[in-house]
């Protein structure tokens, strides 16, 4: 399955509502994770199962979608949501999107 | 905490091997499927292997199945790739991960290491 990432670059406000969209080239099923990834650090795990926080993360972040259609929404951007975003499915084999890059504008 | 710290990356030349180990602390190693994920400079992130916890099962994409061999040593805590016939687009930062499974079939990544880097060129 292939993950196409929108938009590549993502430039927002502090306080923004910003929603980061992902999509399969196939039904998959709920089997979508998110994660951040700081420049120079190791990805962190956000949500899995689409919708599932990670222990630990903050709850301004949330993930939804069914079928080929996914997002993961920032209720209320913080300097500190500046990174990488990647989606990753495991319905069938396992990909990563081509990431999305968010800088505060 | 979990802790999974990698080493043995460097320069190598094309068509030699290379193996990379990750020491993992703060949880019970032998009870996780542990993982091996990729990601090439400025790029995006591919998975690389997978092992079951007795070791006894492995999973590969094909764009290093028959090159590269996980295998892991539950008694040190250590996860290891073994890279053979390495080529130009192998070179990346190789990340070790903690992987979840259920019911046999493979899931998320929940913890990662740093990172290590590996680049083959001549």
């Known amino acids: 399955i292939q993950l196409t990432q929108s938009p590549s670059l993502l430039s927002a406000s502090v306080g923004d509502r910003v929603t980061l969209s992902c999509k399969g080239s196939?039904?998959?099923?709920?089997?979508l994770a998110w994660y951040q990834q700081k420049l120079g650090e190791a990805p962190k795990l956000l949500i899995y199962?689409?919708?599932s926080l990670q222990t630990g993360i903050p709850s301004r972040f949330s993930g939804s979608g069914s079928g080929t259609d996914y997002t993961l929404t920032i209720s209320s951007l913080q300097p500190e949501d500046v990174a990488t975003y990647f989606c990753?499915?495991?319905?069938?084999?396992?990909?990563f999107g081509s990431g999305t890059k968010l800088e505060i504008k | 905490e979990v802790q999974l710290v990698e080493s043995g990356g460097g320069l190598v030349q094309p068509g030699r091997s290379l193996k990379l180990s990750c020491a993992a602390s703060?949880?019970?190693?032998?009870?996780?499927?542990m993982a091996w994920v990729r990601q090439a400079p400025k790029k995006g992130l591919e998975w690389v292997a997978t092992?079951?916890?007795?070791?006894?099962?492995?999973y590969y994409p094909d764009s290093v199945k028959g090159r590269f061999t996980i295998s892991r040593d539950n008694a040190k805590s250590s996860l290891y790739l073994q890279m053979n016939s390495l080529k130009s687009e192998d070179t990346a930062t190789y990340y070790c991960?903690?992987?979840?499974?259920?019911?046999?079939?493979?899931?998320?990544?929940?913890?990662w290491g740093q990172g290590v880097m590996v680049t083959v060129s001549s």
């Open positions: 991960a903690r992987q979840q499974v259920y019911y046999g079939s493979l899931y998320y990544f929940d913890y």
């Open positions: 703060g949880f019970t190693f032998s009870n996780y499927y």
């Open positions: 092992i079951s916890t007795s070791g006894s099962r492995t």
């Open positions: 196939q039904n998959i099923n709920n089997y």
């Open positions: 199962n689409t919708n």
């Open positions: 990753y499915q495991y319905n069938n084999g396992l990909t």
